[in-house]
C-alpha cells in the first residue's frame, strides 16, 4: 500500500541507559523458543478480543428546547438502536462493546428507562458480543470520559447514581457548579466507594486543544488529579479518538476541510491525539512516574459517513485489543489492567510483547523484576493478516518502533507532559524480523537494567520516523498505526 521504510536496523547500537542494546536476529543460535501462538500467558482461555468503549445509540438524543425543561428527542444526536451497533460490531470483528449516550438535562431517566431496557434487549439479540453498560460522561472541568461499569444485578441503577448527580449537563437550569474539577473528583470519589468499581477512560483529550502542549478541557494537571483519587477507576485516555472517517463523504470520496477526529484546533497526528502520539509527551511522562495510564482506540459512532454522518461503524476503523477471557469480568479486568494494544485499519491483529529475564517473564500489561545489572530479552511477536480491511486494501506493517523509557517517580509538577529519558531505541523493518508461520517476529536483548524502564511498541504502514501532523482531507486508510500498552522492567 505504502512504500517500505528504507535501510536496516544495525546489529548493536550504544545506549546510555543501559549499556549495549542489541538486536538479536532469529538466524542467532542464541535465540530461545518462541513464546506460544496463542498465548500471551499460559491461561489458553485467554485470547486478544477487540472491541470500542466510545458507541453512541439513539439515545444520545436531541433536545427540544421550546419546551421547559427541554424534551429529548430520540436520534437527534446519533442514529441506531443499540442491538443495530452490536450487528454491526459482530460484522468488523468485534467481541465485546460499550453503549456510551451522553447527556443532557435529566438524561440520567433517559438511559435509565429507554437505553437500559434496550441494552438488555441487545444482549440477547447479539449474545456473542460481550455489551457493558455505560456512558459518554459530561465529565465536569473537562471534555467527555467513558464510564464502563461493571456488569452487576443494578448496574442501571449504579449508572443512574452517578449520571443524576454528577454530570455537568444533568441540571436544569443548567447550573455552572456542577462544572468544575473540584466536582470531577468528588464523582470518582463516589464511584471509589461503590461496591463494583467502574472504569473511566478520557475521551478525545486534546480535541480542543490550540496547539501542541497547549491544552484545552483536559490537561496533564488534571487528569493526574483523576489517577490520584481513584487509581483504578481513572485509568487512561482515547490515543486514537473516533470520528476518523470525518474527511470522507458520503460515497467515500475525500473533503479537503475536515479534519480526522473532527480536531479542528490542533490536529491529530497519524490519527492520534497528541497526548498518546508525541514521544516523550504525556502519556511517556505518566508512564514515567509509573502511573497505570492506558491508551485506547474507539469509533465515537454517531452516524455512519456514508448516511451523511463522522463515523467508522464499531471496528470498521479502530479496534481496542484486550487479553482477557471472553466474559465481562475478565475484560474489564483487562481493560483495568492494561493489557491493551490498539490499532487502526486492522494493520495488525496480534500483539504480543514479552519481556523475559532468567526463568521469569511478562507482557503487555505488566511487570518483570530483574536483578540489577541482568539482561532483558524482548520478543515482539505481531500478525499483519494476509486479508483486505474495510477499506479494501491489504496494508502491510512497514515498521515497528521500541519505546523504552525511564521510570523516575512522581513528577515534580502535575502539569508535566514531558519525558525526556524516553526516546525510541530501535527502529525494525522487514530486513530485522522473521517469519514464524503466519506471525512476524523480532528480538531484542537489554544487556544490562541498572534502573527502573518500562517499554512499549508502536508501529505503522508508512514512511513517516514519526506521525506527521494529519492534513485536511486526509484518507485515513492510507495512514495506520499500532500502539501496544507498557510493559515495566523493574530492577531489584
Known sequence: MSARFPGTFPVSIPGTAFGILTVVTLASAAVAQFM?????????????????????????????????PPAPVIAGDAAYPTHMNALM???????????????????????????????QQSRKVVPDIIQFYGMEFDTPGADHSSIIMPHTEDEAQRLHSIESQFSKREPWPSNPEWDTEPRMLEALRFMRDLPDRPVVIAHHPSRSAPGERHYGLDTPQELRGWNDTAPEIAIGMEGAPGHQASALNVDGSLNSERPRGYYGNHPTMGGFDQMTAIVGGFWDSMLAEGRDWWITATSDSHVHYSEGGVDFWPGEYSKTYVWAEKNHGAILDGIRGGRIFVTTGDLISELHVTTTAGAESAAIGGSLEVATGSAVDITIRFLDPESRNHGDDNPTVARVDLIIGEMRGPALEKSADKSPHTKVAARFTQADWQQDGQYKVIRYRIEALESDHYIRVRGTNTEELEPSLDPLGEDPWTDLWFYSNPVRLLAR
Open 36 to 68: 506460544p501462538a496463542n498465548a500471551q500467558n499460559e491461561n489458553a482461555n485467554e485470547q486478544w478480543i477487540a472491541g470500542d468503549h466510545h458507541i453512541h445509540s439513539r439515545y444520545s438524543v436531541g433536545w427540544d428546547e421550546t419546551q421547559n
Open 89 to 119: 460490531g459482530r460484522h468488523f470483528g468485534l467481541g465485546w462493546m460499550v453503549t456510551t449516550d451522553h447527556g443532557g438535562p435529566n438524561h440520567s431517566q433517559v438511559n435509565l428507562e429507554r437505553a437500559y431496557p434496550e441494552l
